[in-house]
DNA sequence: GTCTATAGAGTGATAGAC
DNA sequence: GTCTATCACTCTATAGAC
């Protein structure tokens, strides 16, 4: 239900009203409660596991197994940026993250994140680094696109999330990096 | 109000009822009508004002003024740390950056992300580096600590936001940086 | 007949405004 | 405290597929 996924996006979990949710999936409240009797809160926990296994066939699978782990990255960034559409679409995990009902979905909201950053460090592990710089950047990385979402809609430039795309994608073994590393003593 | 700044911050803008808010501040609903005539809107913007008057008096003003401009980013950092508790304490702009009613808040949102940004990369320019690679810093590191924050939060583990504060500190001209750059070619 | 999907009036509770 | 609007939600009725 793509149009579900919007309306939590954009209005976030207590902002997407249920009369919001009808009009914008053109369902009523007797078709909602048909698929979602568990109402609002399994909606909403619904499109969080959508989100979840989107992420996890497209970025953390590929992190995982592929045998070419910088080129896993190199993919996770591309994914990142088009999923996120360059800086104007939020995260609708980290908008539930923040908002007042995040404890209801915190086990879904800890597992987005932590399997990210996990799935990251070890790829970087397996292309050569140690695990506690690999989790440092990957901490770094993650962290740094939910920061540069935020702070692109905050000031309404999604430069600010190209930018930040790159350098964090050099730091985490782009090709720039690793000639980097090369060249070093 | 600081208890009125905390309920916004602990439950966010439509989180905030005004039972909430009345229980909290132990105002009943004709007190805050009577301080706040523009209702729950007012609230929030004198919250955002406040946390603005903050920021103006302890981070962006000595990011300005100070002679020392690295000994200022220095002091930004630490009082950065002191603010959000280490990462036990989230951002209420940035919380209000991603919830239902931003639009309300736009331009407070806006300044003082956009504020911070630029006197952070002001006060880099001064300490010798070029404005290009000054702004691209300051946005990794405004941009990084609300990403380490909202990490922080979502993975339940205060320890990121150190971690991340440590690397920004050192991209931002800490010491470590300093000498790192002098023992460059 | 049964089953699945739908529509929408109506429930009590609570919101924010005053 | 009183107001009205709206909230999430329930329930009954009904449509067509099989």
Redesign the pocket.
């Known amino acids: 239900m793509p149009d579900l996924i919007e309306v939590f996006r954009e209005h976030g979990y ?9 009009a914008r999936t ?18 909403a926990a619904s499109v969080l596991a959508e989100i979840d296994a989107w992420f996890e066939h497209r970025v953390f699978a590929p992190l995982r197994g592929d045998p070419d782990p910088e080129a896993a990255i190199a993919a996770m960034f591309q994914a990142t940026d088009l999923y996120f559409r360059s800086g104007a679409r939020m995260c609708l995990i980290g908008i539930f993250a923040l908002c007042d009902a995040r404890d209801r979905f915190a086990g879904a909201i800890h597992g987005y994140f932590a399997t990210w950053t996990q799935t990251l460090a070890e790829a970087m592990v397996r292309s050569g680094r140690n695990p506690g710089e690999a989790r440092d950047i990957a901490e770094d990385i993650v962290g740094g696109i939910q920061g540069a979402l935020v702070l692109a809609r905050a000031v309404n430039d999604p430069g600010v999330f190209a930018r930040a795309l790159r350098r964090l994608a050099v730091r985490g073994g782009g090709l720039s990096s690793v000639r980097h590393r090369d060249t070093q003593p």
Chains 1, 2 share one sequence.
């Open positions: 207590e902002g997407a009203s249920l009369s919001l949710i009808g053109g369902l009523g409240k007797g078709s909602l409660y048909h698929f979602f009797p568990g109402g609002k809160e399994e909606m």
